[in-house]
């Protein structure tokens, strides 16, 4: 356990909206939520209550309706779309529930993806994409095309893309829900230990009970809110 | 500039996915490139046929020949001068000499109806009557079958373009015109030029024959050089005996063939772009299908941090490719089916056939490869805009 004091992820007063028509959704209301660095958080609560939502929000792939979010001292609310972008691809490694790989790449070549967008030369892509391939356990299946990959292979090459660029923070939305029990306790052990090992932040979104029990603290999200016990 | 390269390397990398996954989308993307081969290929086909036309009218044209008709005279067909005219015409300062006169050939033009080969229907040729000095003035016109026609006789010597065209004018047999018969006794080359598609006799034999007295159509005059030309022109223009208009022959033919020309080139402007529009809507269906089954690609994309602007430029990467494939094609296809291909048409202003070949030059397929680009970037632009567009969360929730 290597956790510091320092705040990472802070939320404040966040509300998310989302307009059906002429139908208003209040997913979000005056949500608050810190996350110190070092924590690996899981977020737990009904379906349809906004975990996926307050996820996007910390990530930079959505904006909140109001408040304020601030990842590492930097207000990401106030930046615009191409900043965002290039933030992501600096601070923010994805984790999904579907593994999002591209198909018409190799396990490698997907891990390689993040490293595009930064000034790496080949060689070191390379390198990079070995270690992080390694730490997943999966430097034999390199040249596999996803589609030839077991589930839990498929969302370990997932935790390697996430991985690859050492992000401050890594966001995993649901990563086991489409596993069996043993690929999924394989992947939580896996994310464990990243947590463990490498100091690395994590939120990880699950309905799993057994999920929850890796992280070092669970937040359930209720009406809008979150509560640090679970509803009765 | 490693910001640039960096982007460089997100569009090479996001168009080279969507290069790879293009085979799942094989039968629409060859669809659509097929309806762009086709506008190339109608593009050519018909700018090939004006080209062609305009080659065969102009290419006889030189600029030491002058050519002289009465003056408000758009043609041929409408001028009229006489003995007296074609007489101070001939003497003027700037033709062409030879020990037996200058090089000056009054001439008149009537039109004749013959059979076509093809259609065994009647159709247009021109008859013209010439003096003595007209070959010389020509100077590239060759008898390639038989002799020219004797001075004072009933006799006719054929362009090849019409002997090709029309039946009836082959060595040896006779045609008659009005009350009276003709015999072919020869076929010439003009260099592909306009005279190909005439029938040549002596002017002194078609005047009676046509009730035109001593009255002439025109007078074409070898210039002792093209510099001469002015001298001449103003030396005809002064004189106040002559109501007069000088141009050279290379002007008056690019002059005749304009109208058509662009008559030919502005149906197939027409029709390719009627195509053109057809053609775009395939572009747009499939990118819009082809982003729409990326959707989740493109969102994971932008979520790990790819910009906007290397989505845009690969999805429109995509279109450009498979319009300028399809373009290729078609330019190709078009180029081995039209170039060289014989045909005649009808020359509006002096109501003849023209024989001529389609011609497929490299500026014409350049023009139709533009266009397939265009319709290529337009296919791609909204597709891409929509890509662009997409709202990164909501996209991702699409599974
Ligand atoms: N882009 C959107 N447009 C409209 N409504 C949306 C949008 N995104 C989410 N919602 C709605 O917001 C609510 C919360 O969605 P969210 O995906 O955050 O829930 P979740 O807690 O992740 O649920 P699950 O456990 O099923 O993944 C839902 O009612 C959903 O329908
Ligand atoms: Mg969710």
């Known amino acids: 356990m290597s956790q510091s004091n320092e705040i990472l992820v802070r939320v404040r007063d966040a509300d998310k909206v989302f307009r059906r028509g002429s139908e208003e959704i209040h997913v979000l209301s005056g949500l608050n939520l810190e996350v110190p660095k070092g924590e690996f958080l899981a977020l737990m609560g009904p379906s349809g209550s906004g975990k996926s939502t307050l996820l996007n929000l910390i990530g930079g792939l959505d ?34 529930q579907f593994y999002n790989l591209l198909p018409v790449l190799t396990a490698e070549r997907n891990v390689e993806l993040p490293l595009l967008l930064t000034h790496l030369s080949k060689g070191e892509r390379r390198q990079h994409v070995e270690a992080a391939l390694k730490v997943v356990n999966l430097s034999h299946r390199a040249r596999h095309y996803p589609r030839t990959l077991s589930g839990g292979e498929q969302q370990r090459t997932g935790i390697a893309r996430a991985i690859v660029t050492d992000p401050t923070l890594l966001l995993c939305d649901e990563p086991t829900g489409d596993l069996d029990r043993k690929s999924g306790d394989e992947i939580l052990s896996l994310l464990q230990a990243l947590n463990r090992e490498q100091g690395k932040t994590i939120i990880m979104v699950t309905h799993d009970p057994h999920a929850s029990a890796r992280a070092t603290r669970t937040v359930h999200l209720d009406k809008g809110q979150l509560v640090t016990e679970p509803a009765p | 500039m490693t910001q640039l390269i960096n982007w460089f390397s997100q569009v090479l990398a996001v168009s080279l996915f969507n290069f790879r996954s293009l085979p799942m989308r094989a039968g629409s993307s060859a669809a659509a490139a097929v309806g762009i081969a086709g506008v190339v290929a109608v593009l050519v086909g018909f700018l090939s046929i004006a080209e062609g036309f ?22 041929e067909m409408s001028s009229g001068l006489d003995r007296d005219d074609v ?6 300062p700037g033709v062409a000499r030879q020990l037996d006169g200058p090089l000056a050939s009054a001439e008149l033009f009537v039109i004749i109806d013959l059979p076509k080969r093809s259609t065994h229907t009647s159709a247009n040729v021109p008859l013209r009557g010439v003096e003595k000095a007209a070959i010389s003035v020509r100077g590239n016109l ?21 002997a090709r065209a029309f039946s009836g004018l082959d060595l040896g047999r006779k045609i008659r015109v009005g009350q009276n018969d003709w015999d072919v006794v020869g076929i010439f080359t003009a260099g592909g030029g306009l005279a190909e598609s005439e029938i040549w006799t002596d002017a002194a034999v078609l005047q009676p024959a046509y009730n035109r007295g001593s009255s002439f159509q025109s007078v074409y005059a070898k210039l002792s050089s093209a510099g001469a030309f002015t001298a001449f022109k103003d030396s005809l223009t002064a004189d106040p005996r002559l109501k007069v208009k000088v141009l050279r022959q290379s002007e008056y033919l690019a002059e005749q063939s304009t109208s058509v020309t662009g008559f030919i080139r502005s149906i ?3 029709i390719a772009a009627l195509m053109a529009l057809g053609a775009l809507f395939g572009a747009l269906n499939t990118m819009y299908s082809a982003v729409s089954a990326r959707t989740r690609e493109i969102a994971t994309l932008r979520a790990l941090g790819f910009g906007a602007g290397p989505v845009v430029v690969s999805v429109m990467f995509e279109s450009l490719g498979l319009a300028l494939m399809g373009g290729a094609f078609g330019a190709v296809g078009a180029y081995f089916a039209f170039n060289g291909f014989q045909a005649s048409t009808m020359n509006w202003q002096t109501f003849s056939q023209v024989a001529f070949a389609f011609t497929v030059t490299p500026s014409l397929l350049i023009n139709a490869i533009v266009w397939a680009a265009i319709i290529g970037l337009l296919g791609g632009l909204f597709p891409a805009m929509r890509a662009a567009r997409l709202p990164i969360a909501a996209a991702l929730r699409e599974t």
């Open chain 1, 63 to 96: 904006r909140a309706t109001r408040g304020t979010v601030e990842i590492g001292g930097e207000r990401i609310d106030s930046m615009s779309d191409r900043q965002l972008a290039g933030w992501r691809a600096r601070h923010i490694g994805l984790v999904f």
């Open chain 2, 54 to 75: 305009r080659k065969a009218v102009i290419s006889s044209g030189a600029d030491d020949i002058a050519l002289v008709l009465r003056s408000g005279a758009d043609s």
């Open chain 2, 87 to 92: 007489r101070v015409i001939a003497d003027a």
């Open chain 2, 142 to 162: 060759k008898v390639i079958q038989g002799r020219a026609f004797e001075p004072g006789k009933n006799e006719v010597m054929v362009g090849a373009g019409a």
């Open chain 2, 268 to 270: 197939g402007v027409f």
